[in-house]
């Protein structure tokens, strides 16, 4: 079979060969003879068989199988600078504010707007993935993306910086799309593990953004941080075009009804939340972890720039290091979730959510305990976010893009929640309250694994197999007839 796209033949799902040989098995019977031949030639080893590209790319493009590491590794590193995009001005917010004439007061909401247009992204952008062809929308977002960066960084004005802002939250949520692409290009078994080698490059991303931003705009200024990443985020744009598989629309050939619209794919989401109960509870999970994530991360600069430890801005964005160590776990929870123990992982690491707390209490007394308490939070934190995106995928094959940034809404909600709560709760009763919002956040999250585990007590946690719909039912049913 030709190579088309870098993908050689053997990397392929292994149910290509069979619609290969019942595709020839066809050209057979009209007298080609082609088949037959390139069915021996395969069978004994002498070679692949032969196949014109558009028939390739019809067949295996965007479907299930096994994929490489060096593609999983692609796409780890793009979710992971895509998201850092959101992130980097957090610590260049003062030099920003004063280089455009923000005031102090104000200068929040150059963050404040790039979330907003990541949570309006997440609603209009992130079901697109459901109705064209995800290779293109990806290409397509990073390209964009690359422009929005481009434009903060030449920014002349504040009115122009803040717009530019919106742009880079709406369109860093292709990262969204990333992670549901690879999760539908991985075989059912190996889907947790991409999941959470992708989701590592997330959470690297997010945790490095700061660390990166802060170093590059010592060295050379704060636009030189997002003209830099411009060109990154282009390259990848480039290389993306050139290595993910052509798309083939088999969402509609495989239930044999046309993808729905635009509109109703937005009417849609809330009806998922609505229908599927695993998605629910693991929504919930998402809003509570994340709300105890963004507890330590949006404050814990407070306690740390203020006597007695009074560390600068490049030492408190070191501790990003930390929670990248620990974010590396994603990898082997996604692993074990495949093998049937989701349940177990997502209860084990919300306990380890919740002590985790105790370590971060004695901030003020111990980088040491800041630094294991920061280790063990992140990796409870993307343990059961892995989990979460592994279990609901497989819920609707056909509305991935649809359930993950469902999912990633209650993501923000969290985020956005924790954030204010801890700031807010410093400023009134100091650290030690912090650190008890943060550890309420883990508890809570624990009770609902516990009242949700007691009513589905020895039931296997494998991922669910997708479910059948009665047009795909009677399309193989006829496929079957046929044959």
Known sequence: MAVEQGIPEQDLPERCIPERIEA???????????????????????????ADPATHQARVAG??????????????????????????AQPLLVTMGHDLGLAPGTVGVVVALTQVGYGLGLFLLVP??????????????????????????????????????IGVGLLAVVTQAVVAYAAALAAPAERGGVVGAVTSGVVI??????????????????????????????????????????????????????????????????????????????????????????TLWSSIALPLSEPPLSLSHSAIGAFG??????????IPAGRLSDRGHANRVTGIALLLLTLSWLPLAF??????????????????????HVTNQTLIHPLRPDAGSRLIGGYMIFYSIGSAGGAIASTTLYAAAGWPAVCLLGAAFGALALVVWAVDSRGKRGEDDTPPEPAVTPSTSTSATSSRNSA
Do not use: C, K, N
């Open 321 to 330: 290091l930390a929670g990248a160590a620990g974010a590396l776990g994603a």
């Open 24 to 50: 020839g098995t066809g050209r057979a019977e009209a007298g080609t003879g082609e088949a037959e031949a390139g069915a021996r030639t395969h069978e004994a080893g002498t070679g692949p068989a032969r």
């Open 363 to 384: 901030t003020r007394q111990s980088l040491w305990a800041l630094m294991v308490g920061t280790i063990v939070l992140d990796l409870a934190v993307q343990a059961v």
């Open 205 to 294: 991303g997010i945790l490095l953004a700061r660390t990166v931003s802060g170093t590059v705009a010592d060295l050379a200024g704060w636009r030189a941080v997002y003209l830099g990443a411009a060109a990154l985020v282009l390259a990848l744009a480039g290389t993306l075009y050139r290595v993910l598989p052509r798309a083939h629309d088999h969402r509609a050939s495989a239930t044999g009804v046309a993808p729905p619209s635009y509109r109703r794919l937005l009417v849609s989401t809330p009806t998922l939340f609505l229908e599927e109960r695993l998605f629910r509870v693991r929504a919930l999970f998402a809003l509570l972890i994340f709300a105890s994530f963004s």
């Open 128 to 165: 697109l993935g459901d109705l064209v062809d995800r290779r293109r929308l990806i290409v397509t977002q990073f390209g964009l993306l690359a422009v929005a960066l481009a434009a903060v960084g030449l920014a002349g004005h504040a009115a122009l910086l803040l717009v530019a802002m």
């Open 63 to 88: 479907r299930p199988g096994s994929l490489s590491r060096v593609h999983t590794l692609l796409f780890a590193v793009a979710a992971g600078v895509a998201v850092a995009g959101v992130y980097l």
